[in-house]
């Protein structure tokens, strides 16, 4: 049993490893803090429920992209990963691994909110808010 536990532990951890080096990637480096906002997202079903943090950042070439996570209330801890990018203040994004499915939104003019959808394979479909902390 305890051998059993250590594995499933073991895999957890390599899991999270490899989703934050490939996470690391995809904000190449000498990109620019662009903001962080919280909030919370609401799903069809009961553990679909919870706090969201995303992180944006500039790209040395000016691209605007995002990384976060979406912690559910039942089950903390055990947060769902979305990266993507913003055009012309629409983001669009997805889960990573192991989630799989997709976030879009709509960046306020005043960039002090955004709201939006999601669909995933483990928090079904959605919507979400998070407004920029200051």
Known sequence: MKTKAFRVLL?????????????QKFIP????????????????????NGGMRLHFYETPE???????????????GQGQFVRGTVKNNKL????DAPAVGTITGQVSEDRSHITGTFDSDIFKTGTWKVDLRK
């Open 29 to 48: 480096k000498g990109s620019k803090d662009y903001g962080a906002y919280f909030g919370t997202f609401r799903g069809d079903l009961p553990y679909a």
């Open 11 to 23: 895999l957890i951890g390599i899991s999270f490893l490899l989703v934050s080096c490939a996470t």
């Open 92 to 95: 669009e994004g997805e889960f």
């Open 62 to 76: 000016g691209e605007i992209r995002f990384r976060g996570v979406c912690e559910s209330d039942a089950r903390k």
